[in-house]
């Protein structure tokens, strides 16, 4: 087990594609950290750096107390588990569970005695003389799983491993691996570009944008205390609704609607962040009232989908309130928990 350490790493390709951008980064022992961005946001060339299957152009990665710059990948006690499962076809579980036990030559009782352990942790058991094309998906991704867990590594890395999977097997695989970090009490460094994956698993979240990072925090404090724009709107599903206003002392507004904040922010405009749950149906003391567009029942809740200040916006409501495509609602803005950010530098204002 190790803690790993990244300082002021970048990566550069053909002398001027600039993918990573002087990051610097701890991972604490046995934490479960995620990376997560878009696509092209430099989060997997990240992890390949840390694995040592990219050279970093410049900065230092450290495994414990190690520097590993120059270390080749299986120098570094650390096992990858990749979007695509790899297996070999023509071997069985234990196989290829095995095999890179047998390539680093340990004993036969030692390689019977890991896999067995190991199938038995992720419920493999009764399958060791299956072959991969008689498995499931989610079979097969616990059999890399496996394959990892074997070595016994200081790190795991993952790099988008539920990738491949369906929409209810992503979720129970992500409870999967959770209970796995638990059970095991490794360092985990999980890549995803899926959010509500990076929100359930992570016990703290990298979020990456053009090769910096532009957060790290858990999931819970990037939710309600997001540092810029792009976090905001990145982390949660629906997104947070932007909206422009122009502020006056301590009274905002926007379209035919205004609110007053505790104190001024010192920004006459600003863009108001207004999380989904954070418009109330309220009869009594309405701030605005609104054509509901489109209605998204999703089961114990609803979406709702209206127009202000020209800009489409989505209210999350409980599904026990009966709304319809037409119907002109009432809204209150939950004051609280409105947020605040510049137009030009995007960063957080705070009242």
């Given at each position: 087990?190790a ?5 002021k790493?970048?990566k ?5 594609t600039?993918?990573?951008?002087d990051?610097?980064?701890d ?5 479960f ?6 696509s092209g946001?430099g ?5 390949r ?10 900065g230092?990665?450290?495994i ?6 120059d270390?080749?990948p299986?120098?570094?006690d650390?096992a ?15 196989d290829?569970m095995a095999?890179g036990?047998k390539m680093r030559?340990f ?5 019977t ?12 058991s009764?399958y060791?003389q299956h ?14 799983l496996?394959r ?9 890395l ?12 992503r ?23 899926d959010q509500?994956?990076?929100m359930?698993?992570g ?9 910096i990072?532009?957060q790290?925090d858990?999931p ?9 724009l792009f976090?905001?709107?990145f982390?949660g599903?629906?997104a947070?609704?932007?909206?422009h ?10 379209d ?6 505790p ?16 418009f109330?149906?309220d009869d009594?003391?309405?701030?605005f009232?609104?054509?509901i567009e489109?209605v ?12 202000i200040?020209?800009?489409?916006v989505?209210?999350r409501i409980?599904?026990n ?10 809204f ?12 030009k530098?995007?960063?957080r204002?705070?009242?």
């Open positions: 087990m803690e790993v350490r990244l300082e790493v970048n550069v390709y053909d002398n001027q600039h993918v990573i951008k990051v610097s980064l991972v604490a022992d046995q934490e950290l995620v990376l997560v961005g878009p946001c989060k997997s060339t990240m992890l750096m840390i694995a040592g299957l990219e050279e970093i152009t410049s230092k990665i450290y414990g107390e190690r520097l590993v710059n270390l080749p299986k120098d570094r650390i990858m588990v990749f979007q695509n499962y790899a297996l070999y076809p023509h071997m069985n579980v234990f290829n095999f036990l030559k004993p036969t009782e030692e390689i005695r890991r896999v067995t352990e190991s199938a038995e942790i992720l419920g493999l009764e060791l072959k991969p094309k008689q498995l499931s998906g989610g079979q097969r991704q616990r059999v890399a496996g990892a867990i074997v070595r016994k590594p200081k790190v795991f993952f790099d988008e491993p539920l990738s491949n999977l369906d929409a209810k097997l979720v129970h695989m992500r409870t999967e691996i959770s209970k796995l970090h638990n059970r095991l009490k490794t360092t985990m460094i999980y890549v995803t570009h509500v994956e990076a359930t698993m016990d703290r979240i990298a979020v990456l944008r053009d090769g990072i532009q790290c858990t819970l404090n990037l939710y309600h205390d997001p540092q810029n976090v905001a709107g982390i599903s629906p947070m609704n932007f909206i206003a122009n502020v006056q002392s301590d009274t905002v507004f926007f035919n609607i205004q609110f007053k904040i104190a001024s922010i010192g920004n006459d405009n600003v863009i108001v962040g207004i999380r989904p749950e954070s109330i149906i009594n003391n309405p701030h009232k609104a054509e489109v998204e029942p999703m089961g114990n809740e609803i979406f709702l989908y209206f127009t200040a020209e800009k489409e989505v209210a409980l599904s309130i009966k709304i319809s495509v037409g119907d002109i609602v009432p209150r803005i939950d004051i609280q928990n409105v947020k605040f950010f510049d137009p530098s995007e960063k204002v705070r009242v």
